[in-house]
T-cell receptor
Framework: NAGVTQTPKFRVLKTGQSMTLLCAQD?????MYWYRQDPGMGLRLIHY???????AKGEVPDGYNVSRLKKQNFLLGLESAAPSQTSVYFC?????????????FGSGTRLTVV | AQSVTQLGSHVSVSEGALVLLRCNYS??????LFWYVQYPNQGLQLLLK??????LVKGINGFEAEFKKSETSFHLTKPSAHMSDAAEYFC????????????FGSGTRLQVQP
């Protein structure tokens, strides 16, 4: 089924550990986004990409890095996890000029940092 | 820059009563507006979207929203609440230029009393 797939779905990390979250889409979308969701704060943009090989910072980029080496994949990395990065992470994508069709979201990754 | 304000982090209604969830936005360019619903421990589901066509937008599950440019509002309504409507609702704004990222409000949790 076409869509956005996030892996893993759940993860528990110890403070200082590193990990990479993978977002994969099979719709040939140009734009991809990483959000984090925290109670009472809605979803906040971490990083985004407007095409293969490009990345840019969103509103809350500190402590995260991203890469988009292939058009279909957008990776979010945590180099040294902190308890403040405990959150639910969502990936989304959209095609250029296709806001009429809306965004496609992944099902989320629940990350706990202890 | 764009922003969204959702008035009321918690709204409680009786089953069968009118649901009104408020959303005001700020955007320097013509906005695209979205309402999403999130059930506990689930991802985001699109309820409806405004994409510069009709100002009254009908969505799934009996919800609708009206775009009022003069009031910069996009309030979500449903004539008669059902127990299954209990969830968190997010209003979001985007533009079809630049990074095309969604900017979310902080969310409104809807409680439906029997």
């Amino acid at each position: 089924n076409a869509g956005v797939t996030q892996t893993p779905k759940f993860r528990v990390l110890k403070t200082g550990q590193s990990m990479t979250l993978l977002c994969a889409q099979d719709m040939n979308h140009e734009y991809m986004y990483w959000y984090r969701q925290d109670p009472g704060m809605g979803l906040r943009l971490i990083h985004y990409s407007v095409g293969e090989g490009t990345t840019a910072k969103g509103e809350v980029p500190d402590g995260y890095n991203v890469s988009r080496l292939k058009k279909q994949n957008f990776l979010l990395g945590l180099e040294s996890a902190a308890p403040s990065q405990t959150s639910v992470y969502f990936c989304a994508s959209i095609q250029t000029g296709a806001l009429n069709y809306g965004y496609t979201f992944g099902s989320g990754t629940r990350l706990t940092v202890v | 820059a764009q922003s969204v304000t959702q008035l009321g982090s918690h709204v409680s209604v009786s089953e069968g009563a009118l649901v009104l969830l408020r959303c005001n936005y700020s955007s320097s360019v013509p906005p695209y507006l979205f309402w999403y619903v999130q059930y506990p421990n689930q991802g985001l589901q699109l309820l409806l979207k405004y994409t510069s066509a009709a100002t009254l937008v009908k969505g799934i599950n009996g919800f609708e929203a009206e775009f009022k440019k003069s009031e910069t509002s996009f309030h979500l309504t449903k004539p008669s609440a059902h127990m299954s409507d209990a969830a968190e609702y997010f209003c979001a704004v985007a533009s079809d230029t630049g990074r095309r990222a969604l900017t979310f409000g902080s969310g409104t949790r809807l409680q439906v009393q029997p």
